[in-house]
């Protein structure tokens, strides 16, 4: 089992940057692919990026490539989501998410945190 929870959302400016942090407890975090989600209002559930167990694995939605990264500290049982050059439509609650193996799809994931807003104003 993982419980993860997000931190570092919050309301910025078109062209700022946040850092997201989802710190997970248990002890398969090592072995675990996360992943990060957003929400916007009445729209579905869409990835942005996933990081594999290692680190050597890392992909990103077309929507947020050049501008999101994403990065773990396995040591500190944390992933990462540096968010640069943000825009108005990045406005959603961002969701981190785990699961054995890298997935592009929501419904793969079985472990999510509770989720935190990030607001971007024009």
């Known amino acids: 089992q993982v419980q993860l929870v997000e931190s570092g959302g919050g309301l910025v400016q078109a062209g700022d940057s946040l850092r997201l942090s989802c710190a997970a407890s248990g002890r398969t975090f090592s072995r675990s692919a996360m992943a990060w989600f957003r929400q916007a209002p009445g729209k579905e559930r869409e990835f942005v990026a996933f990081i594999s167990w290692s680190g050597s694995s890392t992909n990103f939605a077309d929507s947020v490539k050049g501008r999101f990264t994403i990065s773990r500290d396995n040591a500190k049982n944390t992933v990462y989501l540096q968010m640069n050059s943000l825009k108005p439509e990045d406005t959603a609650v961002y969701y981190c998410?785990?699961?054995?193996?890298?997935?592009?799809?929501?419904?793969?994931?079985?472990?999510w945190g509770q989720g935190t807003q990030v607001t971007v104003s024009s």
């Open positions: 998410a785990a699961r054995a193996v890298v997935s592009t799809q929501a419904y793969d994931y079985a472990y």
